[in-house]
């Protein structure tokens, strides 16, 4: 789970990261209000969950109250396009106000699950301010890595090394190491994917301040994090995502035409590669898991038709705990309830696949059986490519 810079910096506060002063507004009136609280010059930032923000407009230094509310105005209720957004852009709801700072240098600090060795790692750079991607690809040697032990965490040693790797002076390493283990600590015990710090900044007197940060939370971990969980801008999530969740459907969208519904994730995966194998590209990935009733298999079919973009649908199961004559019986019925209008792909194996093709042969309905995955994706893709024409 996404969630907005300002909760961030509330996480990170807690665990003693150093951040500005701030206040969030949601009405111009407030921005005035936050702004004369903080006194003097303050910088007001879009709240959405997207990167770019001040490439696009979306950030700006304001000597006054007055002009942190025309400030405000400007961006409250009005999409902001940054290049992770999409062309529709996202619709500014709030924004953060924040205290300026006099600005010294600019530092990179990440940490992040590392794949390659399975723990978690802190990638820090002396070049702050800019997209870590363009860093590593332009100047890699800039890049400083640390892995996390996970039987011993963070150690300080590490922490010193990264301090004198980015070149800090001694009077500031101690609070270096400080600063490293406090966001290490929280990564930790909110159980994160990714907290990002960028820029980290050494003021001019001296601190070191978390000036932007990002943070994701594992979602598999939210039911340890009540108080996390209060962090969820459903405003800022795919509605179809939202509404999948109700009824426990795991559902992601992508860019493509063909709907696919699968029982399982690993089979989801294998989906979307034999679909691309064959020529197709995907709309979404949508898991009914494997319970699946006539209610959830109904409610997929909805979420999936509600994509504009969706030409054909491909569905591909297998029963084992769910057997294929019920899911069978299951999709008929909720194909006949939602009024289903694409082409229809069925792959199914497993428990009582015999009863179940029977099922889907004598419905009445337009379903196309298929073989086997392979024959499937086929049948799929020719099927988008006929309802897109």
Known sequence: MNIHEFQAKEILERYGVPVLKRGVARTPEEAAEVAKKLGGT????????AGGRGKAGGVKVVPNPEKAAEFAKGLLGKPLVTHQTGPDGRIVRQVLLESGCEIARELYLGVVVDRATGKVGIIASPEGGVEIEEVA??????????????????????GRRLAFRLGLPKELVNKAVAFFTAVTRAFHECDASMVEINPLVVTKGGELV????KVSLDDNALFR??????????HEEDPRETEAAKYDLSYIALSGNIGCMVNGAGLAMATMD???HAGGEPANFLDVGGGADQKKVAEAFRILLSDASVKAIFINVFGGILRCDV??????AA??????????VVRMEGTNVDRGKEILQSSGLAIEAAADMAE????????AKRGAQ
């Not at 194909?335 to 229809?344: F, M, N, W």
Request: negative net charge; charged residues 25%.
């Open 376 to 383: 499937g994706a086929k049948l799929a893709v020719a099927a």
């Open 327 to 332: 899911f069978a019986e299951g999709v008929v």
């Open 225 to 234: 994090h009540a108080d996390l969980r209060e962090y969820r801008d459903v």
């Open 137 to 158: 690809a332009r100047t890699p040697e800039k890049i400083f890595h640390e892995t996390i032990d996970p039987t011993v965490g963070f150690a300080p040693y590490q």
């Open 335 to 344: 194909a006949k309830e939602v009024g289903l209008s694409v082409p229809l």
């Open 42 to 49: 303050v910088v007001v930032k879009a709240q959405i969950h």
């Open 274 to 276: 034999i679909v691309k």
């Open 210 to 213: 978390a000036l932007d940060a």
